[in-house]
């Protein structure tokens, strides 16, 4: 089992930044590629990034590259997220996820946070 906190959602104005965390427990963190997710009000949960286990390769959606960056440190079993010029339109719940495969499709995700709110004020 790994135990997926996330944290840094909040309220910010849009071109704003806010900084995901998501700390981990429980098996070796390092065997597991990670992921965020996010879901919007009234629509289907969505990938956003992806990070190889040694954080060699990332993966974006299109709508967030240059926007955001996905990283890790193994050492402190902990994954994050930067997000820059925020929009509207990235107002969601944010999930973390753990896979045992570096992918994008959320039915390889093995294990999920509870999520952590960003809103993005016009």
């Known amino acids: 089992q790994v135990q997926l906190v996330e944290s840094g959602g909040g309220l910010v104005q849009a071109g704003g930044s806010l900084r995901l965390s998501c700390a981990a427990s429980g098996r070796t963190f390092s065997n597991y590629a990670m992921g965020w997710f996010r879901q919007a009000p009234g629509k289907e949960r969505e990938f956003v990034a992806a990070i190889r286990w040694d954080g060699g390769r990332t993966y974006y959606v299109d709508s967030v590259k240059g926007r955001f960056t996905i990283s890790r440190d193994n050492a402190k079993n902990a994954v994050y997220m930067q997000m820059n010029s925020l929009k509207p339109e990235d107002t969601a719940v944010y999930y973390c996820?753990?896979?045992?495969?570096?992918?994008?499709?959320?039915?390889?995700?093995?294990?999920w946070g509870q999520g952590t709110q960003v809103t993005v004020s016009s």
């Open positions: 996820a753990a896979s045992n495969s570096f992918s994008s499709a959320q039915w390889e995700y093995i294990y």
